[in-house]
């Protein structure tokens, strides 16, 4: 009985922790989108932006140039599509986890349509001096470092769930995590993206995860609870 009260209260330091981790996320990228959206667009200061860009000019060479080309590719549609299809395709058939088919979805959907949303509300033309080539679409916020947010991060919601071995755990994470940086980095670096871009598309990306993953464990957690008990019923 003692152990068992003991694991209890365990579990539920653990969770009280990782919920206090979750919606401080949250907290901090409202606060960094808020921040940036004001100071670009009501306090029109962009000296910043174009300071990092200076700043970058002396550290371009070609071989960081085709780095940074693989990299970016990693956060556009033609990679995160089939990366999310094959995701919902595990969790459908090879684990049979019906909410995490669910998430992935609703999770890439609903961020796309976010970053259309804000792009055109925004209307912030794109940096008129690429690197390579110019980027079509509207600048704020990043839609690779938004999208990239939500896919990397929703791994890292999975990985820490479901990966037991600390090391494999912490890795995965780390490495994913850095992933999304240097995502948000290689606009910034191509000439796409201002960096004030990239830091909006990173907080709204961690807004959109935190709210999409709570609004569909509320709803599975529903579903299990009034929904599934009466169809078994029936």
């Known amino acids: 009985m003692k152990r068992q009260i003991k694991k209890f209260f365990a579990q539920l330091a653990l969770l009280s922790v990782e919920l206090l981790i979750v919606w401080l996320v949250f907290l901090v990228s409202f606060i960094i989108f808020v921040y940036v959206a004001f100071r670009i667009f009501y306090f029109k200061k962009e000296s910043f932006d174009f300071a990092v860009f200076d700043f970058l000019r002396s550290y371009v060479t070609d071989t960081t140039t085709s780095i940074m080309q693989f990299i ?3 956060g556009t549609h033609h990679f995160l599509i089939p990366a999310n299809l094959i995701l919902i395709a595990y969790f459908l058939f090879i684990k049979k986890h019906r909410w995490y088919s669910i998430k992935v979805p609703v999770v890439a959907l609903g961020g796309v349509s976010l ?3 804000l792009k055109f509300l925004f209307n912030r033309p794109r940096p008129l001096i690429p690197l390579l080539h110019e980027a079509k679409g509207l600048s704020f916020p990043s ?3 938004l999208m990239s947010f939500s896919f990397y991060g929703l791994l890292i919601y999975l990985i820490w769930h479901h990966v037991t071995r600390p090391w494999l755990k912490w890795s995965l994470i780390v490495f994913l995590l850095l992933l999304i940086l240097l995502i948000g980095f290689s ?8 960096a004030s871009d990239v830091m909006a598309g ?6 959109w995860l935190v ?3 709570w609004i569909i464990r509320r709803i ?3 579903s299990r ?4 008990p009466e169809l078994h019923a029936g």
């Not at 606009?187 to 201002?194: C, E, G, M, T």
């Not at 990173?202 to 807004?207: K, L, N, Q, Y």
């Open 225 to 228: 609870k009034e929904i599934e």
């Open 72 to 74: 970016t590719y990693l």
């Open 220 to 222: 599975e957690n529903y």
């Open 211 to 213: 709210l999409s993953i």
């Open 202 to 207: 990173f907080a709204m990306g961690a807004i």
């Open 187 to 194: 606009r910034i670096y191509l000439r796409v993206h201002y």
């Open 115 to 117: 970053m259309f949303l």
């Open 143 to 145: 839609g690779h470092a």
